[in-house]
C-alpha cells in the first residue's frame, strides 16, 4: 500500500555520523507506523527503531542514545540519525512501514530496497 526508498547510506568511519531518508509514496503515509531495520552480514534481520504515527519513538538497546528516528508527514519521509558509529552497525539498512510496526519483522509491512551502510574501524 505504500512504495519505500532509502537512500543516504554510505561509507563512514568509526566515530562519525550518517543520516538515512526514507521517501514514500501513497496516502496512508501519515497513519502509518515506521520502523528500521537492518541485516549485517551472516546475521538475522534485526530491529533497529521505529516510530509511530504519532511520532512515539522506540529504539534497540543496541542503538539507544546514539540513534534518532523522526518524520515529516508533510514530505511522507522517515529519517534515522545515526551518530557514534561502531563497526558492528555495519549492514543493510531496511525501512517499514505498517498500520502495526512490531520488533519482528514481518512480511507484511511494507519494505524498502535497503541501504548499505558500511563503517570502517
Known amino acids: 500500500q505504500v512504495q519505500l526508498v532509502e537512500s543516504g547510506g554510505g561509507l563512514v568511519q568509526a566515530g562519525g555520523s550518517l543520516t538515512l531518508s526514507c521517501s514514500a509514496s501513497?496516502?496512508?503515509?501519515?497513519?502509518?507506523?515506521m520502523g528500521w531495520f537492518r541485516q549485517g552480514p551472516g546475521k538475522e534481520r534485526e530491529f533497529v527503531a521505529r516510530i509511530t504515527s504519532r511520532a512515539n519513538t522506540y529504539y534497540a538497546d543496541s542503538v539507544k542514545g546514539r540513534f534518532a528516528i523522526s518524520r515529516d508527514n508533510d514530505k511522507n519521509t522517515v529519517y534515522l540519525q545515526m551518530n557514534s558509529l561502531k563497526p558492528e552497525d555495519t549492514a543493510v539498512y531496511y525501512c517499514a512501514g505498517s498500520q502495526v510496526m512490531t520488533t519482528i519483522p514481518r512480511s507484511g509491512f511494507d519494505w524498502g530496497q535497503g541501504t548499505q551502510v558500511t563503517v570502517s574501524s
Open positions: 501513497g496516502r496512508t503515509f501519515s497513519m502509518y507506523s
